[in-house]
């Protein structure tokens, strides 16, 4: 067994990281499997009750057990729901106090004269999600929320899939075994009469369990990865000196990393894309091609204590000519930063911050005053 | 001739659907009096400010155009248009670095 955990481990076995790692992921799986198995014995109780419903009970057993059957069920969702948000909001909670704790009324000032100035600049795309006071420096950047759309995506995809097999699961037993063997036992050995009429074999219901089954393999699979990627490697926090970035100019940016376990590699790179859409036959396409992409700043094997982030700053150039950011009805031209980090035996995590770059000219950048 | 269109429009070209802006339009029609004979006899002139952005840019899939057009109403129904392309900022172009 320890030469196994070894081999895992690489000769370090149970070292603080991996401890580490372990605790993120049972806290992280332990939460995924309390969910889905509410919602296996939700469905299961309700699916049980219709299928062994008969004109005289329409209870196959008492009342109160269903009830408690339910209870436990919704208990295991709504814990593993909490458990999960918990999570999450662990994750992402210290970038967001640390801004709500250094806001001041000169900097939401700041960010106001920033959005008036953009009225200005037709075809230049205003933030999605405008920066934050920060804490280093006075503009805090918003990550794109992606990643938790992904979660919330895959953790629906899962629950309705894992309740529509058991589903399956429940009728293709009860057809093809219940009624006709474990029943039709039952009934010899308690002297009653057998079975007058055996209901008819779900086929159909037997040959989509297969491929269904597969999906939902799939679908778990993908919750459970989406989930560990957003609670093992923790909240990434960038902050710029100036906003919005200007065609050659140069700006400080601090970063702040937490993490549950010891990185591999932290990747920071500057990119600009451009995004067309048009149309291809019937369907409306979208394509993204990166025109420039340049790395800021990247370090491995990064040991992160859970109570102290990983701080660093770096410059952030934006070469001399190059176009700003412009967005039209079917074109666009994006920058953004993206942070990536990954950890052994643990998903690696994008994290990307869109910024605007405006063309130099009529509106200053706003720069730290202090 | 009954009427002619002068506008400073930016428009996008490349894979990507077509996109226009006008920041400048003027029509002139030869029933209120604004065509005459006479102004095909020298030069005319628009004057505009051009707005902060966007940048004439030549990039991989994306290219941002500036130019002067003007669109003559024939007697006939026909259309003639005439772009006049101008370049506006300095931005270098980009080459591609991946498809993401």
Redesign the interface.
């Given at each position: 067994m320890r030469r196994w955990l070894y081999f895992i481990f690489q000769g370090r076995p149970f070292s603080g990281s991996n401890r580490r790692w372990w605790a993120g992921v049972a806290e992280a799986v332990l939460g995924a499997a309390l969910l889905l198995a509410g919602v296996i014995c939700f469905v299961v109780s309700i699916t049980l009750a219709v299928l062994r419903s008969t004109p005289e009970a329409t209870l196959y057993i008492s009342v109160w057990f269903f009830v408690a059957q339910i209870l436990v069920a919704v208990s295991l969702v709504g814990v593993g729901s909490y458990w999960i948000v918990r999570l999450l909001w662990q994750v992402g909670v210290s970038a967001e106090r640390r801004g709500a704790l250094t806001t001041r009324a000169n900097e939401l000032e700041l960010l106001n004269e920033i959005r008036q100035r953009r009225e200005?600049?037709?075809?230049?795309p205003r933030d999605a999600f405008p920066p934050k006071a920060g804490q280093k420096f006075d503009f805090r950047l918003v990550p794109s929320p992606r990643n938790v759309w992904g979660l919330v995506t895959s953790t629906l995809a899962s629950v309705i899939l894992v309740a529509l097999v058991t589903v399956l699961v429940l009728i293709v037993t009860n057809g093809f075994f219940s009624d006709s063997v474990l029943l039709g036992e039952i009934e010899k050995r308690i002297g009653s009469e057998p079975l007058d009429q055996m209901p008819d074999q779900p086929w159909l219901a037997a040959a989509l369990l297969i491929p269904i089954c597969l999906v939902t393999g799939w679908s778990v699979y993908q919750f459970f990865r989406q989930l560990l990627k957003l609670t093992g490697i923790g909240a990434t926090s960038i902050e710029l000196s100036g906003y919005p970035l200007l065609a050659g100019e140069s700006f400080q940016v601090f970063l702040s990393q937490t993490a549950r376990v010891r990185l591999k590699l932290l990747d920071v790179a500057l990119i600009?894309?451009?995004e067309?859409?048009?149309?291809q036959g019937t369907d409306i396409r979208t394509?993204?091609?990166?025109?420039?992409?340049e790395r800021l700043f990247r370090q491995r094997g990064i040991e992160i204590r859970h109570s102290e982030p990983f701080e660093t700053e770096f410059a952030l150039t934006i070469?001399?000519?190059?176009?700003?950011s412009?967005k039209?009805?079917?074109?666009r031209?994006q920058w953004k930063i993206v942070v990536t980090a990954q950890a052994k035996n643990w998903p690696r995590l994008k994290r990307n911050f869109a910024v605007t770059v405006?063309?130099p000219?009529?509106?200053e950048t706003q720069t730290m005053k202090s | 001739m009954h009427a002619i269109e002068t506008s400073v429009v930016w428009i996008t070209e490349g894979k990507g659907e077509e996109d226009i802006g006008v920041h400048f339009f003027e029509r002139r029609q030869k029933r209120s009096g604004a065509l005459t004979s006479e102004t095909f006899l020298r030069p005319q002139r628009i004057s505009t400010v051009l707005p902060a952005s966007p940048f004439s840019y030549e990039g991989v899939a994306l290219t941002v155009r500036w130019c002067v057009r003007v669109r003559l109403f024939m007697a006939d129904g026909d259309q003639v248009t005439e772009d006049k392309f101008f370049r506006f900022g300095d931005i270098e172009p980009f080459t591609q670095k991946s498809s993401e």
């Open positions: 200005d600049l037709p075809t230049v600009c894309f451009e067309v859409t048009f149309n394509e993204r091609v990166v025109v420039y992409e070469p001399n000519q190059s176009m700003h412009f039209s009805p079917n074109n031209v405006h063309p000219g009529l509106v | -």
